[in-house]
Each structure stands twice: as structure tokens, then as C-alpha cells.
């Protein structure tokens, strides 16, 4: 579910693909916020790290060239073909948990997923499809980044309140950077950090 939130449409023809991964990027995140309300941190932690084991097996098998049916199925319907299969996956779950650890308050770390999730996500299916390139990344547009902000400032808002559309706006700008990492490991990572200075 590796993404690049708000980046041009231009030489990408594969914008219904792009737009099921999202949805399934959007689900994931919605579910592991419900999981957290229901459940609790620990177990939505304990869950999310034997989800973590799992895919680290399913990885490896899959590098060393071993066959796994439902594995490489997904793979094919909404994962990128990148070096480490599942590499966008691996991530979102590593950062989901990097946000529910160090997360100051479970109201933040409910409204950093949310931003995480649709805010991301739907900055990618409104980017795509984009016209107007930023200056400082041209894989990105103005349209993607305003979905974002819009998005994850209607997510945390009843979360958080005001602030919420502060840290949309911020995380916003961070996945614009041109930095070579996943979006969602460098999400969480800049929410939680933002969360040490912004009360």
C-alpha cells in the first residue's frame, strides 16, 4: 500500500488499480481505528504484530521465490511491484503501531490513523488525477495535497478539534517532501514528533 499521496497523473494509465489499493488503504486504516476503540491499545497492538509476523513470513517465502497462492493474489490486485513484495503493507502496519506506542493520548493516536488513512488515501486517488504539479515535487500536486488536508482535517476534527486540521495541514506538507521513504512509515513517524511540540 506504498503510496505517493498526491503525485501526478501524468504517464500512469492505472488509475482504477491505484484506486482499489486506496480503498483497501482506507479500510485498513478504518478497521484498525474500530479495533482500537472496541478493544483497546494492547490488544489492537497484540493484533497488529502478529499481523506483522505473519506478512514478515509471507515476505521472506515470497523473496526466496516459494509459491504462496493467496499471498502472491494480493500482491497482483493491490500491491506496487517493488523490490520487497509487500513493502507498502509491511509499512502501514509498522507505522500504525509506531502511532498507537508513542502516541501521547489514544484521542491523538485515533485521529493520526485517521489522517494516516484517509487522509493518505484519498490524497492519492484526487493526486492522480491532478493537473497542477508542486514546485518542489513534481510527483505530487496541489489537488492531492488539498484532498489530504480536507480529508484528514474531517477525520480528526471530532477527535481532536482544531488542532486536527493543524497536524492535517503539517502532515499534509511532510508527504509532499521528496524524501525516499514510505508514506506510511514518514506519517506516523512526523505526527507522533509534531505531537511532542503541538500541545
Known amino acids: 500500500m506504498k503510496k505517493h499521496g498526491a503525485r501526478s497523473a501524468a504517464g500512469n494509465g492505472d488509475w482504477m488499480g491505484e484506486d482499489w489499493r486506496q480503498a483497501v488503504h482506507v479500510l485498513f486504516g478504518a478497521c484498525v481505528m474500530v479495533a482500537f476503540v472496541l478493544l483497546g491499545k494492547t490488544l489492537t497492538i497484540l493484533g497488529l504484530l502478529a499481523m506483522l509476523c505473519v506478512a514478515v513470513l509471507f515476505i521472506s517465502r515470497s523473496m526466496l521465490g516459494r509459491k504462496n497462492p493467496l499471498f502472491d493474489l494480493l500482491l497482483e490486485k493491490f500491491e506496487r511491484r517493488v523490490v520487497m513484495p509487500g513493502k507498502g503493507a509491511f509499512m502501514y502496519v509498522v507505522g500504525a ?103
Open 97 to 199: 503501531l509506531f502511532l498507537l506506542t508513542f502516541s501521547r493520548s489514544p484521542e491523538f493516536a485515533l485521529a493520526a490513523l485517521g489522517i494516516l488513512a484517509f487522509g493518505d488515501g484519498v490524497s492519492t486517488m484526487v493526486g492522480l488525477r491532478g493537473k497542477r504539479k508542486l514546485a518542489w515535487n513534481p510527483k505530487k500536486t496541489v489537488e492531492g495535497t488539498a484532498a489530504f488536508i480536507a480529508a484528514g482535517a474531517i477525520v480528526s476534527f471530532p477527535l481532536i478539534g482544531l488542532v486536527g486540521v493543524v497536524y492535517s495541514v503539517l502532515l499534509a506538507l511532510v508527504e509532499t517532501l521528496p524524501l525516499e521513504l514510505d508514506d506510511n512509515l514518514l506519517i506516523p513517524v512526523a505526527a507522533v514528533l509534531l505531537n511532542l511540540v503541538i500541545k
